[in-house]
């Protein structure tokens, strides 16, 4: 199962086939205007707003699922971070259109989804600094537990992909990009 260097076939995989999707993804009015350098706190609050509004029900969802300890589910939440920056957060509106969860292969690809988002956190947490705009609790995230939280994820995924699962893992990654995406985009 393993190619190249050492890196689990479903992990190439993932990264191979949702680029497109990923990459659409991050053209937001966020992610824009942090790459021209003309972030503001407003663009920021708007942005944090709708990850709370998908994150938040789909935390809810995978609460629903048993995990092993070896996943610290609990640590994987992240919805309440966003509850520190914006006070107002329970009031928001929450995305109704979420991707499947029902199997253990769509909860992987899910997951591989907004954890691999923790690490972009730390980029912006930087970019933010650099633009004078507080730091966000959110994307500060773990901090410096991050990459290990990350790395302890793609061995746990690794370990349970098999050639029977990995496509169903890689489309629920796929649409879970679509989702998201939709959901940010949506005015």
């Keep these: 199962m393993l190619v190249g260097l050492d890196k689990p076939l479903i992990l190439q995989r993932l990264r191979t086939e949702t680029q497109p999707y990923h990459r659409a993804l991050e053209q937001n009015e966020f992610n824009r ?26 935390e809810a969802r995978l609460r629903q ?7 610290q589910p609990e640590r994987r939440q992240r919805a309440h971070l966003i509850e520190q920056d914006l006070p107002a957060a329970a009031h928001l509106p929450e995305c109704a259109d979420m991707p499947e969860l029902r199997t253990w292969p769509q909860l992987l690809g899910a997951l591989y989804v907004l954890e691999g988002s923790t690490l972009g956190g730390q980029v912006i947490t930087r970019q933010l600094a650099k633009a004078g705009i507080p730091t966000r609790t959110y994307f500060t995230g773990s901090a410096e537990h991050t990459g290990p939280l990350w790395k302890s994820f793609c061995q746990l995924l690794a370990a349970e992909a098999t050639p029977d699962n990995e496509a169903e893992i890689v489309q629920s990654a796929i649409q879970t990009f679509q989702k998201l995406h939709a959901w940010i985009e949506l005015r």
């Design 65 to 71: 699922h048993a995990f092993s300890p070896a996943w």
């Design 33 to 58: 205007a942090l790459a021209a350098g003309n972030i503001t706190e407003a663009i920021a609050a708007r942005f944090l707003a709708k990850l709370y509004g998908f994150l938040r029900p789909y």
